[in-house]
């Protein structure tokens, strides 16, 4: 610093608006030493203009050509998907990476859909969502979920209709994807949807950022959501979306979390974006956000544990009595849809088991040896009645 100061080292270095504010606070005389050049984003116009310099230079460098429209469409791809840089970079970056996934084949030439492969890389999102020429199968998407979540077809439709939204380009770009309130009975199938649904929008279950927010009860709960810094790192809400901005986010049992944490996830619901402590924001307009409850679950049954003989919107009007009686409006307000999980009926218990027993067979200790495994009507009989509680 004093051979800063004295003019005998002249240092060019470069931070975020967040990290320089953070810097003068923790030394303050640095706000004379150094002189602060704010680097605006570019306007789309002009990263075009610099992308078509950039791949002229890239196609005199190694002979991979880049096509006009690709250009275009990393420009646009990288405005709509990679926010959390800003333009030319995230443009550029895009194009880079496209360009080096091409350079393995002599003479390459770098279309739309090669920006398209690219994005789906690094998002984790279908081509099928992300290219406006394809077209998403949404009859398939629906079997998919009904298949994985037996007997709650509403909440499927919820789901298909947000990922026809997404695909359509209808959802708020200024808001997560989706904001569900799961409620309902446990083991319905609140948590497996949120499973599935990260595995067919982003590729994988690991997706999923899941969190207890029985856990967070405490007057620190909303810190400690926010708090990126000391040993608690793989606790915290902001870093993990940091980390993977793309992702499906499960808030499990949100009605135990402290009141803070409630007015905390306000703002995610309406700007779709968090600040932590350090003062950094992060987005979770990629994101899916479900929260679930056992809110309405203690309703009166008849029929057995587990089952209910079809009460006919009973459940509903309960359910969405404890919600509305446990959140505020402003809170409900900005959920995007509130589903009710209908308490199984034997039928569907029956096709569930069959399904878990399926999945049993598919385990390496069954598959390596040569064993047929067949299932007695009774030992079914016995674990419909035994095996499930309400």
């Known amino acids: 610093l004093p051979a800063i100061t004295a003019g005998r080292l002249i240092v060019w270095t470069e931070a975020s608006a967040a990290g320089t504010s953070r810097i003068v606070r923790l030394r303050p005389s640095l706000r004379g030493t150094f002189e602060v050049a704010r680097i605006e984003p570019m306007e789309p116009d002009e990263t075009q203009e610099l992308a078509r310099d950039v791949a002229r230079a890239i196609t005199a460098a190694n002979g991979v050509k880049i096509e006009p ?3 275009d469409t990393a420009i646009a791809s990288a405005r709509q998907y990679l926010t959390a840089s800003s333009l030319p970079g995230a443009a550029l970056d895009l194009l880079k990476l496209s360009v080096n996934r091409a350079a393995k084949v002599a003479g390459a030439t770098v279309t739309p859909s090669d920006i398209v492969e690219t994005l789906a ?9 992300l290219d406006n020429n394809q077209r998403v199968d949404l009859s398939a998407a629906r079997s998919y979920f009904s298949a994985r979540v037996i007997g709650q077809d509403e909440a499927v439709g919820a789901i298909v209709d947000r990922i026809a939204m997404l695909k359509a380009g209808l959802n708020d770009p200024g808001k997560p994807i989706a904001v569900f309130l799961f409620a309902g009975p446990t083991g319905t199938g609140k948590t497996e949807i949120a499973k599935a649904l990260a595995e067919l929008l982003f590729g994988s279950p690991e997706r999923m950022l899941r969190f207890d927010m029985s856990e967070y009860q405490g007057d620190d709960a909303a810190w400690r959501l926010i708090d990126d810094g000391g040993g608690r790192r793989s606790a915290s809400l902001t870093t993990r979306i940091r980390e993977q901005p793309f992702s499906v986010v499960l808030l499990d049992e949100f009605e135990k979390a402290h009141p803070r944490v409630w007015d905390l996830f306000l703002q995610v619901f309406d700007d779709g974006r968090l600040t932590d402590r350090a003062g950094s924001t992060v987005s979770f307009r990629h994101a899916i956000v479900i929260l679930t409850s056992n809110l309405g ?3 009166e049954r008849g029929g057995g544990p587990g089952f209910t ?5 009973l459940s509903r009007a309960v359910g969405q009595r404890a919600i ?11 959920i995007d849809q509130a589903v009710i999980f209908e308490p199984l009926s034997r039928a569907t218990m029956r096709d569930i088991l069959q399904k878990e027993l399926d999945r049993v067979l598919t385990r390496r200790g069954f598959q390596v040896r040569d064993w047929a495994v067949e299932w007695q009507p009774s030992a079914i009989d016995f674990l419909l009645q035994q095996g499930f509680t309400v």
Request: charged share 15%; net charge positive; proline share 6%.
């Open 121 to 129: 890389q690094l998002t984790g999102l279908p081509a099928s969502i």
């Open 69 to 71: 429209a690709a250009i």
């Open 309 to 313: 003989p079809g009460a006919g919107g």
């Open 324 to 334: 509305d009686g446990t959140f505020r409006r402003e809170f409900i307000n900005r």
């Open 297 to 299: 679950a203690t309703i």
